[in-house]
């Protein structure tokens, strides 16, 4: 064998070794329980569809009409999944195949943050960050899901590797690396618009903090960055779709600023956030504190000496205060979560590295500090694996369970109601062998189309993001009989009644109507 020529190659070795465990056991964590650990998601049945109008060369579109509300990035990626490995043309079974391309990124995720940290602090510091994100309960979720944040993330982690290269390198190197991080930072706004946030506003603060960036530099990387949306605005104009996109994004800006609030847990009927985090506590723990530290964390990288240690600080920072501002008065949506907490352990790592003056002050006088410091990142460490374990460990997928039992069990033709929009897109009519489906989700539908059968999910409908009334069930399980239950922690319980078509129609002529939810009567849900 021949032996290596230095100490220095074999550290690296040992460096890269170690990168390369953290990123197996990021995308063994992934994989585990792909299609079981997350109950099916209306947004990831949409995103499935419009990724499958790309991979047929269409814009992006739902049933013929354009989507705008988000950039097509992730659908591009997607759609060229799609198209390249021949994936499923059913957008249920798309999701399932679709959730592999996400876990995969979500493992480039931790393999970027590792990459990051060893930049930024040393070994010891980047193992523990790395394998805080491989092993988050929610990191995972969001990288077992068809979302856009875990694309969005795997662009802007690139393009601040990017970035940081270039402040190390001189002349033509460093204006290549420039123009290449703001044109990958350029891709996650294309990938998801809030991603401008971390992406984009950091290079225009940075050469008036500490001149982090110089000027001139940062301007060569935001004009970078500017170009892939200034494409798409540029495809939206030529199209004849610019009108379209206009509107869609006035409301999108509408609803981030809380002017309108239809979604998140601002809007009318939606649980509160304090019952929300009180009821999955025991499955985001840890990911609750990572939430609370990012934004301190990132004040304290901003004090750093280093300036690519200051980079990474204004973007955690920026984008925590986004989530506070959405916290307080903007359209608060779980996933905002996840564009806080990657970031926010890098910059933790930071902090941890290089500690404000004070406390290295105080580290000083009272060196038993430090250990402690230690033993609580330990003991944090070992908390958010045990968190990822249990995550992945679990059972929730009520629809693909009822699916699989209605093709099995249901007579030909027969007609079922949904009560809610997964269901009503994830039983889509003519995907089952013998149903017919429809948004039938008050008992005046359900007799007029004459269904047989009712689905109810108990969670969704009890927070109001159904479209049946929460009184639906209370009276099914009076005057119903439930052939198929299963339970999960997302959808509560997941039931098929058998209607008694007789009974149902009794109650509609005595005045019993139980009446859609007022949301789905703005969707047009039949009352």
């Known amino acids: 064998m021949t032996a290596l020529p230095s100490f220095v190659d074999r550290a690296r070795l040992r460096i890269y070794a170690v990168g390369a465990v953290l990123v197996g056991l990021a995308l063994a964590l992934r994989a585990w329980g792909l299609g079981r650990a997350n109950e099916l998601f209306i947004d990831e049945i949409t995103y499935s569809r419009l990724a499958l109008t790309i991979s047929h060369g269409h ?48 493992t480039i995720v931790v393999g970027l943050v590792f990459a990051l940290l060893m930049r930024l602090t040393r070994t010891s510091v980047a193992v523990v960050g790395a394998l805080v994100v491989a ?30 290269i270039a402040l190390d390198r001189d002349g033509a190197r460093r204006r290549i690396f420039l123009l290449g991080g703001g044109f990958v930072l350029g891709l996650s706004v294309l990938t998801k618009d809030v991603a401008a946030v971390p992406a984009l506003v950091p290079i225009l603060l940075a050469p008036f903090w500490r001149r982090t960036i110089p ?24 199209t004849g779709h610019f009108g379209g996109w206009w509107h869609a994004k006035g409301g999108g800006m509408r609803r981030m600023l809380g002017l309108d609030q239809t979604s998140g847990f601002h809007a009318a009927g939606a649980p509160s956030l304090v019952s929300t985090l009180n009821d999955q506590l025991s499955t985001f723990g840890s990911s609750y504190i990572l939430l609370a530290l990012a934004v301190p964390a990132g004040v304290l990288s901003l004090t750093a000496r280093r300036a690519d240690r200051r980079f990474i600080g204004i973007g955690t920072t920026v984008i925590g205060l986004l989530g506070l501002f959405a916290l307080g008065f903007g359209t608060l949506e779980e996933q905002m979560g996840y564009f806080v907490v990657v970031p926010g352990v890098i910059s933790m790592g930071i902090a941890f590295a290089e500690p404000p003056a004070a406390l290295s002050r105080l580290l000083s006088r009272r060196p038993r500090i430090r250990p402690a410091m230690v033993g609580l990142a330990a003991a944090f460490t070992l908390t958010s694996i045990g968190f990822g374990l249990a995550a992945r460990s679990v059972t929730d997928d009520g629809y693909q369970r009822a699916r699989i039992w209605m093709d099995a069990n249901l007579p030909t033709g027969a007609r079922v109601a949904m009560t809610s929009p997964t269901g009503e897109f994830a039983l889509r009519p003519g995907e089952g062998r013998n149903m017919r489906t429809g948004a039938w989700a008050s008992l005046t539908a359900m007799r007029h189309y004459h269904a047989g059968y009712v689905l109810t999910q108990s ?13 639906l069930v209370p009276w099914l399980e009076k005057n119903a009989s439930p052939i198929f239950h299963t339970h999960g922690p997302s959808g509560g319980d997941t039931v098929l009644w058998k209607l008694d078509r007789e009974v149902v129609a009794d109650a509609v002529k005595d005045g019993t109507k139980i009446p859609v939810v007022s949301s789905a009567v703005g969707l047009g849900i039949a009352k």
């Open 59 to 106: 814009w992006p579109n739902l049933s013929g009409r354009p989507f705008y509300l988000h950039p097509p990035g992730a659908f591009l990626i997607d759609g060229a999944a799609v198209r390249v490995l021949g994936l499923s043309s059913n957008p249920t079974a798309l999701v399932l195949q679709l959730r592999w391309v996400n876990a995969v990124l979500g």
């Open 215 to 238: 000027l001139r530099q940062a301007g060569l990387a935001l004009g970078a960055g500017i170009a892939p949306y200034l494409g798409y605005i540029i495809a939206l104009a030529a």
């Open 135 to 164: 092993t988050d309960p929610f990191v995972l979720r969001n990288d077992g899901r068809v979302m856009l944040e875990t694309p969005a993330i795997a662009l802007l982690l690139t393009g601040w590797l990017l970035l940081l």
């Open 459 to 471: 969670k969704p409908l009890e927070e109001g993001y159904g479209y049946a009334s929460p009184k």
